[in-house]
């Protein structure tokens, strides 16, 4: 165990059990780790503040990566290691789309996730900060999360969204609504569960 320098461990149904909470053994496991001098780095497709708290809960290292890797941040230090930053026209071109075709649009920055105030009552996805405009914002935004009951709705939305070149589309099967209702959009096959999530490309992906 000695070659080893750090340990990147993903979170739901890694680190966590299948009810979100962390096992005393795991904790222990992780205190013996750090003991050794090994980094313990949580890694998540979910925002950076979900990746924060479960860090403190388990008592892995202050650095997370969150946003499918769009964010490493340091909670300590409060510093930003890496951000690969959606840039403003194009957020702005997402939220016009969402907000014509009606569908909830979930914006996260490093400590905030801000959602258009019409869906102020949703319950699906928590937020905790609510704008009209895109203008508002005085963060960066490293990750876009797309939500809707109506799934037609969201096959649409992706059509609309999908000739926007530096973004990348991907799907997270996070278990949001226990009574199935939530329709959301992910490439077939269809899981009723998934959400779309909208992040900048990388530039080495990029034509």
């Avoid at 979900?50 to 300590?76: F, R, T």
Wanted: charged share 30%.
């Amino acid at each position: 165990m000695n070659n080893i320098k750090c340990i990147l461990l993903d979170i739901d149904y890694t680190l966590t059990k299948n009810d979100g909470t962390i096992s005393n053994y795991t904790k222990e496991v992780i205190k013996r780790v750090k003991e050794n001098g090994i980094f313990v780095i949580l890694v998540t497709g979910r925002p950076n503040i979900y990746a924060i708290q479960k860090s403190k809960e388990s008592n892995a290292n202050s650095i997370v990566i969150a946003d499918n890797g769009a964010l490493i941040y340091n909670y300590e230090s409060e510093e930003i290691l890496y951000k690969n930053e959606i840039p403003k026209d194009i957020l702005s071109e997402i939220w016009e789309i969402s907000l014509k075709d009606n569908v909830d649009c979930v914006l996260n920055a490093v400590n905030t996730r801000y959602r258009n105030i019409r869906f102020a009552d949703s319950k699906y996805i928590k937020t905790n900060s609510f704008i009209n405009e895109i203008n508002e914002l005085q963060e960066c935004i490293s990750q876009i999360v797309i939500s809707s009951r109506d799934y037609s709705q969201m096959l649409d939305f992706k059509k609309a969204i999908e000739n926007i070149k530096e973004i990348e589309i991907t799907n997270t099967n996070i278990y949001i609504n226990k009574e199935k209702e939530y329709y959301v959009l992910c490439d077939k096959p269809f899981n009723e569960n998934d959400v779309l999530v909208v992040k900048k490309m990388k530039k080495n992906h990029e034509n």
